[in-house]
């Protein structure tokens, strides 16, 4: 008789020799999959599943990992979209992802048990076959236990190099500076080439540094928004802005003001003289009509903004998503540091997801972000806005400079010319590339 292997012990059906409860857990299977679209796949195959279509959508994720393709609700679902609905259930079921190494161990344990107890069936049925000796009986026994010990449930694998060898033929194939989406602003672009999905960046600074207009104006300029002339762009890239600071008038105003170079006061004193008055009209035309989605509820939680992001990948392709500031979030916690690392984990499980997220934050008095410095491990990358050094500098100068990046190999900084009347910023003039054969400062992380 051949030994069966541990995935056939896990998908055969039971012989009813052991009663017992169901060695099922569909809402940690559940979770599994929910985690798998933050960014956070387990390393164990579909047959672990006792749920068939979860089985057959976790099969679908590995194949996408196995090709380096993004795992998203969009790609997963694309050749089954009955999946959505199910999908979109997978990621609100995830309580968190700081729990995914609970769900995967649940799931797996459960999946040996089962197999185990299949095993166990195959072997109380060869007993009663008197036509067996015990010796080959207990010979195969251990055999088929060794091999659910052993099996394809968990365990370290071989390096994957494919994943990395199509990335970088596909590199060599396209030359290209950026390989992510484009800010608008060139010093960041070209030295970390863009944002990217999966990314959490912060840009923190003091009260009155500029650092929501800043982000607010990168915002747009991801959606295609040009604030100059001949300023470098992407095609335009769909995203959301959670703003808990300002309603969706004042956004507006300053978005169309920023682009007509227009004063934000003549446009709530109704000043604004006839050619003025065109170049804001038809900025807020080009305003109207970029892909941006918008809510400024104060509501949020991160738990909240996982189900709406979701949604919004899903049925409107978003690629970034803006958060300003996190610290309004209403995530609860026994006490304030734990609110803000739940809210920290929340922001990077978002980003997991498949979206770029981008955050402001405060500095406390040390010139630290504020709060847990969790946020400081889970963001990719961090910037800090301030007034331009020196007692003479121009006080319409900040100096955006790069604290953390994962992917950098230079400190980046450079200066900015802020115009407060017209809620806009651009590239400071005397602006030099970092050559990286000279470099100083080495990027920590």
Known sequence: MSTMMATEYLQAPPLEIVQGPTLRDHEAETAVVGCALMGYVAQFGPEVFGNHMLRDIWRRIKQLEQSGEPIDLITVSQDNPEWSATLTQCVNGVPSSLHFEAYVHRVRDLAGRRAFVRAAEVGVKEVYDKTNGLDEILG????????????????????????????????????????????????????????????????????????????????????????????????????????????????????????????????????????????????????????????????????????????????????????????????????????????????????????????????????????????????????????????????????????KAREADISMRFDLRITGAEKRFEVWDDYEPVDVKKLVDEIPF
């Open 140 to 403: 195969r026994h251990f055999s088929r236990l060794s091999e659910v010990s052993h099996g394809e449930i968990g365990g370290a694998r071989a390096f994957n190099i494919d994943r990395v060898a199509d990335a970088a033929l596909e590199a060599l194939a396209s030359p290209q500076e950026v390989w992510g989406m484009r800010t608008g602003w060139g010093p960041w672009d070209l030295e970390l080439g863009g944002v990217h999905t999966g990314e959490v960046v912060i840009v923190a600074g003091y009260p009155g540094a500029g650092k929501s207009m800043l982000l607010m104006q990168t915002a747009g300029q991801l959606a295609g928004l040009q604030f100059w002339p001949d300023q470098v762009l992407s095609d335009p890239q769909p995203g959301a802005v959670f703003q808990l600071e300002m309603g969706e008038k004042v956004t507006i105003e300053r978005l169309a003001c920023a682009i007509a170079k227009v004063s934000y006061r003549k446009v709530r004193t109704g000043g604004l003289d006839d050619y003025e008055r065109d170049s804001f009209f038809s900025a807020l035309e080009r305003v109207g009509r970029a892909p941006i989605l918008f809510s400024d509820s104060v509501e949020w939680t991160t738990d909240l903004l996982k189900v709406e992001v979701a949604s919004l990948i899903r049925d409107h392709g978003v690629r970034w998503v803006l958060v300003d500031y996190a610290g309004k979030l209403k995530d609860e916690g026994q006490d304030e540091i734990r609110r803000e690392r739940k809210i920290s984990q929340g922001i990077a499980d978002i980003a997991h997801m498949g979206v770029a997220v981008l955050v402001v934050e405060q500095l406390n008095k040390t010139g630290q972000v504020y709060g847990s410095v969790q946020k400081q491990y889970d963001a990719d990358v961090i910037f800090k806005l301030s007034k331009a050094p020196g007692k003479d500098a121009p006080k319409d100068k900040r100096r955006l400079r790069l604290e």
